[in-house]
């Protein structure tokens, strides 16, 4: 089982240290109705310049806790993700780091424009960390799309072939010409390639999009599944292990991953209480503006068709969270935020988030492991929270969390892609492929 | 929606691979309808007006929904020679045409490759020039709903802005305009809705008498792009129509109708 940890790096005030200016800036998002686009005047630099510190030494630390790997992802043009270029944070990992796997999930590969660019960075990363990269790529949010100009239209044909690029500027003899649909290079013969061979394994992040989960069914890469609810997960992991007995291998454990958020502290007390944090600085999607999270193109028909047949769903294109923009009284920015936080007994409920002290949140993480059986586990913690309650939990899910949750990754037979290559087992002769996710222990939570 | 009308038929017509979908109404000499970056809104009064003296043939773009995607037009310069090429199959060539919009981009670039195509072209506030002053109205940074509320200067006081799409966002209209902003996007995301070399191939277009019709508050191209066109175009004479946003066939259609139909007689 590999483990890891995640955080978007959001740009906060300290709860304890700014209080106000915490509230002030929660009310400037939820006036704005969106994380994404947030005027930058807001931007304190000095702050950012201690976050990103922060987040860097956090990952340094759990280097020598009991973590496999960190993982990273990057945003644009937002608050709620201070990584705006992961290589950048990936690079000083790969030296400040020894031990664990630098997980990059993902890469946007359609908004960066240039994927032999995109190889080359990722194999200086490769190179300096000593061949502990893995790659990971994304179509990028809704937002991304704008945030580079990059045309949604194309999102999906950019994400394949630019991918389909990077892997042969890695594997292929250069110097080659490229000639594909989006991109075009003339003279492809990158001298700085990836120390893992033929090329770091790569890995999928997503949230609900089966299109992605087929193709890295196809590709045989491992889908890392981000915090999405448990039951559409099960569905999600099922048609990954269809889509793979068509291409005649079995899904195992080793082709799934699964983002938890989790909060833990010394009492319970406490851990619910940073827990709650989450609901705003970790809930993406109710902080997001139809007209940025769905721009044209950027969904297959079959999902706009869906999409548009959704009447309760919260941020459906045309139908803005709440309505007014700019002039709310404060009476309606407090119900909102008061909506957003009320959120929490509930997502504690579902597993959505699991917060506690060491010894009790093992039970839940438990119940996760068991219906979902993911060979990648990545805990994910966020939210405003004093720095050093947030090294506090890293600490305590390194020395005390971890050593149990290897255990019941054993008990389970959770093997991750590190120990079995994803794709590599054979189906059985009915053709008939076994499910990875257990059902039954999904109906008996 | 457009079915409703008497006389109103449709038909499918091979151009290329592509099988094009023409809906067709009104009689009289043949009138080329081209439609606007957010699908075809519907019949609408001023169609009824025209289509006593004018019979109306109002392609779907393809990729809007109707008509199927062609994976190889990549441009609206590319969909303005499919289009040349539907006219010219069909013993078309010297129609008169009108373009609204993204409607009126596609007329202009067929006439700066083949002025011949037409013997007279009326533009609505088409898009295609970038103007001089002020922005071309980003329609990608919007929901469908917002930016059509944008096309008229007062909807409340717009008696048929109402039925604009058949009114109510239905979850078919809502398909309906995704499909029409993806395919926008694909030919005209960047740069946004214009083509810089539009107005230097439009100086070369002669024997071509247009009209240009533009509201004064035009809220999505700015009358400015109007002026540039006007100079472009040797045989064009621009009208504006005070207290009127994007929409002068909607916003003000009587006079809307007289003066087109005054300028085709």
């Not at chain 1, 149990?404 to 059985?428: C, H, N, T, Y």
């Not at chain 2, 190889?72 to 010219?88: E, P």
């Not at chain 2, 202009?108 to 533009?123: I, S």
């Not at chain 2, 096309?151 to 109402?162: I, K, Q």
């Amino acid at each position: 089982m590999h483990i890891m940890w995640f955080t978007e790096r959001a740009y906060h005030y300290d709860p304890e240290k700014e209080p106000e200016k915490l509230r002030q800036f929660e009310t400037e998002v939820i006036r704005h109705r969106s994380f994404f686009g947030l005027r930058n005047e807001l931007f304190d630099a000095k702050l950012g310049s201690e976050l990103l510190n922060q987040f860097l030494d956090e990952k340094i630390y759990s280097d020598e806790l009991g973590f496999d790997g960190v993982m990273l992802n990057e945003h644009h043009g937002t608050p709620f993700c201070l990584g705006a270029v992961m290589d950048v944070e990936a690079a000083v990992l790969a030296k400040t780091t020894r031990r664990v796997k630098i997980v990059l999930l993902g890469n946007p590969v359609p908004t960066v424009g240039n994927p032999v660019r995109l190889a080359e960075e990722l194999a200086m990363i490769d190179l300096i960390s000593r061949g502990r990269l893995v790659p990971g790529w994304v179509r990028g949010a809704g937002s991304e799309q704008f945030a580079n100009n990059a045309n949604p239209a194309n999102n999906r044909e950019l994400f394949e072939e630019g991918i389909d690029l990077i892997i042969k500027a890695w594997t292929q003899p250069g110097p080659f010409r490229y000639e594909g649909k989006h991109f075009h290079f003339r003279f492809v013969n990158p001298w700085v390639l990836p120390l893992q061979k033929p090329h770091p394994p790569i890995w999928i992040p997503g949230l609900v999009s089966p299109d992605t989960v087929k193709w890295c069914a196809k590709k045989r890469f491992p889908y890392v599944a981000l915090a999405t609810r448990l039951e559409p997960t099960v569905e999600l992991w099922n048609m990954y292990t269809r889509e793979a007995a068509r291409e005649g291998y079995q899904a195992g454990t080793e082709n799934f991953g699964y983002l938890q958020p989790v909060f833990v502290a010394d009492t319970q007390e406490k851990a619910e209480e940073l827990g709650k944090r989450f609901m705003f600085g970790g809930s993406f999607a109710h902080f997001a503006r139809p007209e940025w999270m769905f721009p044209p193109g950027y969904n297959s028909k079959e999902a706009t068709r869906r999409l548009a047949r959704l009447n309760n769903g919260p941020n459906l294109p045309g139908k803005p969270i709440h309505e007014a923009g700019g002039d709310e009284d404060d009476a309606h920015i407090e119900a909102i935020r008061k909506a957003i936080y009320e959120g929490y007994p509930q997502s504690r409920k579902d597993l959505q988030m699991i917060a506690g002290t060491p010894d009790s949140v093992i039970p839940q993480l438990r119940k996760v492991l068991e219906v979902l059986r993911p060979g990648i586990f990545s805990f994910w913690i966020d939210g405003p929270i004093p720095p050093k309650d947030r090294m506090r939990c890293v600490e305590l899910l390194g020395k005390e969390v971890i050593p149990k949750v290897r255990e019941i990754g054993r008990e389970l037979d959770l093997v991750d892609p590190f120990e079995r290559a994803p794709g590599s087992r054979p189906l059985a002769a009915s053709a008939q492929p076994e499910p990875v996710a257990n059902a039954e222990a999904l109906a008996a939570l | 929606m457009a079915e409703k009308v008497s006389g109103f038929a449709e038909e499918t017509v091979k151009v290329g691979g592509t099988s094009l979908i023409v809906l067709k109404g009104g009689s009289g000499k043949p009138l080329l309808v081209l439609h606007e970056e957010l699908g075809f809104p519907g019949w609408l009064r001023w169609n009824a007006e025209m289509a006593k003296t004018r019979r109306l043939l109002v392609p779907m773009h393809p990729g809007f929904g109707r008509t199927e995607r062609a994976e190889w037009i990549s441009s609206v310069r590319d969909l303005a020679g499919f289009y040349a090429r539907y006219l010219r199959e069909q013993q078309l060539s010297g129609i008169d045409v009108i373009g609204f919009s993204f409607g009126g981009w596609i007329a202009a670039e067929m006439a700066a490759n083949d002025p011949k195509l037409f013997r007279r072209m009326v533009l609505v506030a088409p898009t295609g020039i970038r103007p001089p002053s002020g922005e071309l109205r980003d329609m990608f940074v919007t929901t469908a709903r917002v930016y059509l509320s944008a096309t008229v200067r007062n909807p409340a006081a717009t008696a048929e802005f109402g039925a604009l799409f058949g009114g109510e966002e239905t979850p078919e209209q809502f398909e309906a305009f995704e499909d029409a902003r993806a395919e926008v996007a694909r030919l005209a995301w960047q740069p946004y809705m214009h083509n810089p070399s539009l107005p230097h191939l439009l100086e070369g277009v002669t024997g071509l008498p247009t009209l240009l019709i533009w509201g004064r508050e035009d809220g999505v191209v700015p009358l400015s792009a109007g002026e540039v066109y006007q100079r472009a175009l040797k045989d064009s004479r621009l009208i504006v129509f005070d207290d009127c946003g994007h929409r002068p066939e909607v916003e003000k259609t009587s006079e809307f109708v007289a003066r087109v139909n005054e300028f085709l007689a």
